[in-house]
């Protein structure tokens, strides 16, 4: 097995078929004897490195055939492709995991669209704040919707989305007694990503408070980032890297455990932008 995955991730809904079922030799996932969660997840790392660039679209929207709850299976086929980066260390898989990303955020925002804003449900004219020839922009509807979804990283698609939208589009009436639309999705997007990098802020305030002082590293903070980067990605027992987490939780962890050489805090964004281009 050319590619053995690191880590699982647990599919509500899985999209193999027997082997009478088959539409797509190209792009099923042929259940030739019973698959449990961890094979299924091996299966479609197996079959991503079979399959060209130009296919990788066709073959998420084909897998999308066999499940109802579409952006589930997405989310968690994106999530496993995270959590299994290490795979795509070479220079090729590097450009195959840039795809397989962009595609699935496509994908994803196609699955989005439909559920925003239709018009039947148009809601009262003051609360309409441009209109257009295929469409209206309501930001207090738009509101509604973003508040139906959970994902942070959907709202964000979501709202971006809409702000484009609004900015192609050929707007024949503008609400004078509302803000511009996309000004607003624009501003709705600062708040959620304040409100992140707030959160962030604030739990490294209160792993301070917590009864251990942090370990100062005296060397080039780059340098400790590069041992954690090697324990993740480069280091191995078993098949399995010595250290198993995504970017994120590492450069979490490093930014809660250490400081800098002067009692500086670490970064959690700059510990995150080192590991990734290392």
């Not at 066999?66 to 260390?89: A, G, M, P, R, T």
């Not at 795809?99 to 148009?122: F, G, N, Q, V, Y």
């Not at 192609?168 to 609400?175: G, K």
Request: charged content about 30%; glycine content about 2%.
């Amino acid at each position: 097995m050319a590619y053995l995955i690191k880590e699982a991730v647990q599919f509500k809904e899985c999209t193999h078929v027997a082997l009478h079922n088959v539409k797509s030799e190209e792009f099923d996932i042929i259940e030739v004897q019973p698959l449990t969660n961890d094979g299924y997840c091996q299966a479609l790392i197996d079959k991503v490195f079979e399959i060209s660039h130009s296919e990788i679209a066709d073959f998420i929207k084909h897998q999308l055939l066999y499940v109802k709850d579409k952006l589930h299976w997405i989310n968690k086929f994106e999530k496993l492709v995270s959590v299994n980066e290490s795979l795509f260390k070479k220079q090729r898989n590097k450009t195959k995991l840039i795809k397989i990303i962009s595609s699935a955020d496509l994908i994803r925002s196609t699955l989005i669209k439909p559920t925003t804003i239709k018009d039947e449900d148009r809601p009262a004219p003051r609360y309409v704040n441009a209109d257009s020839e295929e469409r209206y922009f309501s930001f207090y509807k738009t509101q509604k919707v973003f508040e139906q979804i959970e994902d942070f990283c959907d709202q964000i698609i979501f709202l971006t989305n809409e702000k484009y939208e609004y900015e192609q589009a050929n707007i024949h009436f503008i609400n004078p007694k509302l803000p511009e639309y996309s000004e607003q999705c624009t501003k709705k997007i600062e708040q959620l990503l304040h409100i992140r990098r707030l959160k962030e802020e604030l739990q490294v305030v209160k792993e301070e408070k917590c009864n251990y002082n942090k370990l100062q590293f005296n060397g080039n903070v780059n340098q400790l980032v590069d041992v954690f980067y090697q324990l993740s990605r480069e280091l191995f027992v078993n098949g399995r890297s010595y250290l198993d987490g995504n970017v994120n939780d590492i450069a979490k962890m490093i930014a809660y455990s250490f400081v800098d050489k002067d009692g500086n805090n670490l970064s959690i964004t700059r510990s995150a932008f080192v590991l990734a281009c290392i």
